[in-house]
Each structure stands twice: as structure tokens, then as C-alpha cells.
């Protein structure tokens, strides 16, 4: 073979000369590829060579057949499809059903939990329960209608501006404030509000124990008479609360985890045979 | 494109049928009485289709597993599936559907292997090659055979099995592109270029031996 020809084939596209071998070109490729053999040994040779090989592939010789497939009666028996077996086949698909309707149950109970509670969107001045967002109605009314002077919205509110209020056992309305978005409806005043609370109300001695904490505290709005006897109207103390310990465990959380341990069974049960195949191949040697 | 088998210089050769796609072959009357009577209970019915038919399945599964007791193995494991399963025969070509279930195996051998790779490939020095039948009769031919056939089983067996296994499902078996594609769980395209790459492959690799391959 001269350089020359060397150079052009280089050129060239093999990979066009198997395709036109496999009958795998359309019309402009197989004119392509025919100029490149009637103008290329090498193209030509490469043709000639896979017509070659194929033809040895179809009748390349093999070595003897080392034994006889026949089955035994032993095997025959082994494989043959006892009825119980025929009831584990049924019951893998069963499984496969159960598993998916269990996923998928506790995967929507997950979002629906995640939905409706406190952490859903939209939610995230959420009254903890129907019965304290009755009770805050009257006081959130009373609260807006307050007399010039006092902060008419919610979003007014400003405890720190308020100054220490005293806290009555009057009414009072205990709010979640989990959304950092709607805090600014009762943010804590830059001055802890407990403290303000435990000068003004030395008496209360729960409120006035316990540290704040921003991330777990709850906002009580308190309104009523003040602790001289005259009517605090307009007069609103925001004061963090620490999370209630005496609830007990919360019910979101429960449905939470509830839901998670569905899905996660489910998933199990749809997956465990895939598992338990993937371990049997990797533990198996084959050959 | 041409998704049949390619007529290779556009004129000349002719396309060999898909073996699903094939004329009845005088035996196809007696596999299908025979599946009717290993479907009864008949073992020695199922055994008689065995007899038949595993000369051509070891030969194919042999090209895709290119070691002699490996694809024993498969063409057992083979065998054990088609009796366990004869229920699902849905009538056609008993051949054809023993060829795809030892297909089948090999290829999940070939998966298996791929995850934990092992010491390849045969010992080419055995002496139980078995020379085509039609050069039985020239001594030297029936050498050059079996060194041509050792080349090539050597050279199949640096190819990748997904282009051995199309190579030879496209060449020996004679399914056409779509066939494998449908039998190998991949696209059309993907058979076609596993099929021209893998044949440059094995032009690069028998190279020092062309001249067995130019008789």
C-alpha cells in the first residue's frame, strides 16, 4: 500500500463501509460509500474482510458438547410447579399490588398531613385547634375596633412600642408562629417580652421562669384589665410563651410518622424481592 | 434505512429470512407434537426435544459465552427454563423459542459476569473442536477450519458482549435488526451500530490472521 493511498484512506469513513455492509445507508450514503471503494483499496478491503468474518461466523466450529441436556427424572421433578408454589406466584403479585397501594397511601397521607398542619402553606399563623380560633375571634374584633391611638391591624402591633403591659388571667389567645413570614404580626419586642412580663406580673412565676426561646415559643396575646384595675383597652402584650410540654406528643407529628412508617413499609414490600434477587446474584458465583 | 437485513453490496446478496419469520422446517410438526405430549407429563417427550435441539442451541450459545463449560451451563439452565415454562409456549417455532430463552441466559450470564469479572475465555489448545461438517472430507481443510474457528472464538471473545450477542444474532441466528433490538431491550439504532462496530473490531483483531480468513 503507497503513502498516497494511506493518506486518502485515512480520509475515509470505515464505520460508512460496515454500514454499507449491514445494508444500513440510505441512498446519498451508499453513493458515498461505493466511491470510496472504487477509489480506496483499503475501503475495498475492509468490505471484502467483513464478507469474510461473517461467513466464518456462520460456520466457525465449535467444541464437542461436553454433556447431554437431557432432564432427569429428578429434575423434572424439581421444576416441575408444585401448587403452593403456584400460590407464591399469585402472591408475589399480590405483594406487588399491596406494596404499591401501601407506598402510595402513606406517600399522599404524608402530604395531606403535611398540608393541613402548621408547617403547610398559608397555614403558618395556625391556631392550634377550631376551639382557640373561636376564642380568638372576639379578641382579634376587639383588638381591631380599638379607639385612635391604637394599632388597628394585626400587623401594627408593636409590643415593644406598647411597653410592658401587664398580664391579666383575662382572655388570651395562644398562637403558633411557626411562619416567618406572618411574625411580623406579633413580633417579640427587641426587649424580651418575659421580661417585661416578670417586672410587670412578678406573680406569674411560669411566664416569668422561663427563658425565651425563639426557636420554640409560642406568642400568647393577652388583653384585659390591667393590673390597676382599669380596662387595658387597646392595650395588647405579645409574650412568648415556651412550647407546651403538657400537651403530650403532638398529633401532626403522630400522623407524620405514621404516614412515613406506611410508606416505608410499603416500599419494602415492593422492593424486597429486588433486594433479595440483586443479593442472590452478587452472592451466587456464576461460572 | 434499511431495518432488514442488508443486501451487503446493495445488489447481490440476498436476505436470509428471520428465523421466526422462516418456513416450517419438516421438524416443526414433530417439536410442536412433541410439546403437546411434555405438556401431558411426557418427560421422555420433553427429552426427545432435547435431543434434538441442543447441538444448535450449545453452537449459539457458545458464540455469545465463548467457554465451553460455561455455555454448557446456560444451554442446561436453558433446557430447565423451556420445561418449567412450556405453559407460556404460545405456539410458532419450537427452535426459535429455545433460541431466545438461551439467549436469555447467556445474556444474564454475561450481566453477571460483567458485575464480577472473572478469568476469560477458553483454553483454544482443546482438542474437541468440531470442524464444519463440510470440510470433513480434506484433511488440511478441516485443519485450517478449526484454526480459523479458534481465531475467531478468540476474537469474539475480545468483543464486548452486547456486540457479540447482536453479531451473532444478526449473522448465525438470522434475526433482523429489530428482532434483536426487541430481544436485547435496546433501540434499533443502537443493534445497528453494536453490529458495525463490533465487526470493525473483530476485522482489527484478526488482522494477523487474515490470511485464514482469505482462503
Known amino acids: 500500500m ?20 449491514g445494508g444500513d445507508v440510505t441512498e446519498p450514503e451508499r453513493d458515498r460509500a461505493l466511491d470510496a471503494m472504487s477509489e480506496c483499496g483499503e475501503c475495498a478491503a475492509i468490505f471484502a474482510d467483513l464478507g469474510a468474518i461473517e461467513s466464518a461466523v456462520v460456520e466457525m466450529a465449535i467444541p464437542a458438547r461436553p454433556r447431554d441436556f437431557a432432564i432427569t427424572p429428578q429434575d ?37 398531613t403535611n398540608l393541613m398542619s402548621g408547617t403547610g402553606p398559608g397555614s403558618g399563623f395556625g391556631l392550634t385547634s377550631n376551639s382557640q380560633r373561636d376564642a380568638a375571634q372576639p379578641v382579634m374584633a376587639a383588638a381591631t375596633a380599638a379607639p385612635a391611638g391604637m394599632p388597628t391591624s394585626a400587623s401594627t402591633v408593636n409590643p415593644a412600642a406598647l411597653g410592658p403591659v401587664p398580664v391579666s388571667s383575662g382572655d388570651h389567645l395562644t398562637t403558633d408562629t411557626s411562619s416567618p413570614p406572618e411574625r411580623p404580626a406579633a413580633t417579640p419586642p427587641a426587649t424580651s417580652p418575659t ?8 406573680g406569674d412565676k411560669t411566664a416569668a421562669s422561663t427563658p425565651p426561646n425563639p426557636a420554640a415559643t409560642r406568642y400568647v396575646i393577652c388583653c384585659g384589665p390591667s393590673s390597676d384595675g382599669t380596662n387595658s383597652t387597646g392595650s395588647v402584650s405579645v409574650t412568648p410563651e415556651p412550647a407546651s410540654s403538657s400537651h403530650g406528643p403532638d398529633a401532626t407529628m403522630i400522623w407524620l410518622a405514621g404516614f412515613g412508617g406506611l410508606f416505608l413499609v410499603g416500599l419494602i414490600v415492593l422492593l424486597a424481592p429486588l433486594l433479595k434477587r440483586i443479593r442472590r446474584s452478587r452472592g451466587t458465583p456464576r461460572g | 434505512m434499511n431495518e432488514q437485513r442488508g443486501d451487503h453490496d446493495g445488489t447481490a446478496l440476498a436476505a436470509r429470512p428471520a428465523s421466526d419469520a422462516a418456513p416450517e422446517s419438516p421438524g416443526q410438526g414433530i417439536d410442536l407434537a412433541l410439546v403437546e405430549e411434555a405438556l401431558k407429563g411426557r418427560l421422555e417427550a420433553f427429552n426427545e426435544l432435547v435431543t434434538r435441539h441442543q447441538d444448535h442451541l450449545f453452537a449459539l450459545v457458545y458464540r455469545l459465552v465463548p467457554d465451553r463449560d460455561q455455555a454448557a451451563d446456560v444451554v442446561q439452565e436453558a433446557f430447565f427454563s423451556a420445561y418449567r415454562n412450556l405453559a407460556s409456549f404460545r405456539g410458532g417455532s419450537v427452535r426459535s423459542w429455545l433460541g431466545k ?19 476469560p475465555y477458553p483454553e483454544f489448545e482443546d482438542d474437541s473442536w468440531q470442524p464444519p461438517a463440510e470440510s470433513e472430507a480434506e484433511p488440511e481443510m478441516k485443519a485450517l477450519a478449526i484454526e480459523r474457528s479458534k481465531a475467531l472464538a478468540a476474537a469474539l471473545a475480545t468483543l464486548t458482549a452486547d456486540q ?36 470493525l473490531a473483530l476485522r482489527g483483531v484478526l488482522a494477523p490472521h487474515r490470511e485464514l480468513f482469505r482462503g
Open chain 2, 101 to 119: 430463552i438461551a439467549v436469555n441466559a447467556a445474556m444474564d450470564l454475561q450481566r453477571a459476569r460483567k458485575r464480577r469479572p472473572i478469568q
Open chain 1, 76 to 112: 423434572a421433578a424439581r421444576l416441575r410447579r408444585k401448587p403452593w408454589l403456584a400460590g407464591l406466584a399469585g402472591w408475589a403479585g399480590l405483594r406487588r399490588a399491596l406494596g404499591g397501594s401501601i407506598a402510595a397511601l402513606g406517600l399522599v397521607g404524608l402530604v395531606a
Open chain 1, 195 to 202: 421580661q417585661e412580663l416578670a417586672a410587670a406580673s412578678p
Open chain 2, 164 to 199: 457479540r450477542t447482536c453479531i451473532v444474532l444478526f449473522d448465525v441466528e438470522g434475526y433482523d435488526y429489530s428482532e434483536i433490538a426487541t430481544i436485547m431491550k435496546v433501540e434499533v439504532g443502537t443493534v445497528k451500530s453494536r453490529i458495525h462496530r463490533g465487526r
Open chain 1, 2 to 21: 503507497d503513502r498516497t493511498a494511506a493518506t486518502t484512506h485515512s480520509e475515509h469513513d470505515e464505520l460508512l463501509i460496515a454500514r454499507l455492509f
